[in-house]
């Protein structure tokens, strides 16, 4: 395994943003089927109260005839962080919202992964990486 970042300036120092081929696109769907047909497709599910909340690809979505009005590329942070670590998410959100990007932050075990618009991902890679290399001077 290896090693797991702590303190949030390990984290932003390591964090290493990497864009993941494709787009995606956040939808809800309250038919099981529905759920059950799209969930291997899916790089993110979480079931609601309001039904079944995925993250999949746009043409997956488009051949679901589902919206793909908020098409969105991931951001992965390849830093190993701690699940109980505190300051990453902060950190990443404050730096895109001062810039007018919408983030949406998914969590995971052992990566963070963020949801920008496609048309802003490139501006939000650039703003990830001057977070990183100012957290790595500080250091």
Do not use: W
Request: hydrophobic share 45%; charged share 15%.
């Amino acid at each position: 395994m290896p090693e797991i970042s702590r303190t949030a300036q390990e984290m932003v120092s390591g964090m290493t943003p990497t864009v993941r081929s494709g787009e995606f696109v956040f939808v809800t769907v309250a038919d099981p089927a529905l759920a059950a047909s799209l969930s291997s497709e899916a790089i993110s599910f979480f079931k609601e109260d309001e039904g079944m909340s995925l993250i999949i690809p746009v043409e997956t979505a488009r051949g679901a005839s589902l919206s793909v009005d908020q098409p969105m590329r991931c951001i992965t942070l390849n830093v190993y962080s701690s699940l109980d670590g505190v300051g990453l998410t902060s950190a990443v959100s404050t730096a895109l919202g001062d810039n007018a990007i919408p983030c949406n932050m998914v969590a995971a075990f052992h990566h963070d992964h963020l949801f920008v618009p496609t048309k802003m991902h490139d501006r939000a890679l650039q703003i990830l990486t001057v977070l990183q290399d100012q957290a790595a001077r500080d250091a």
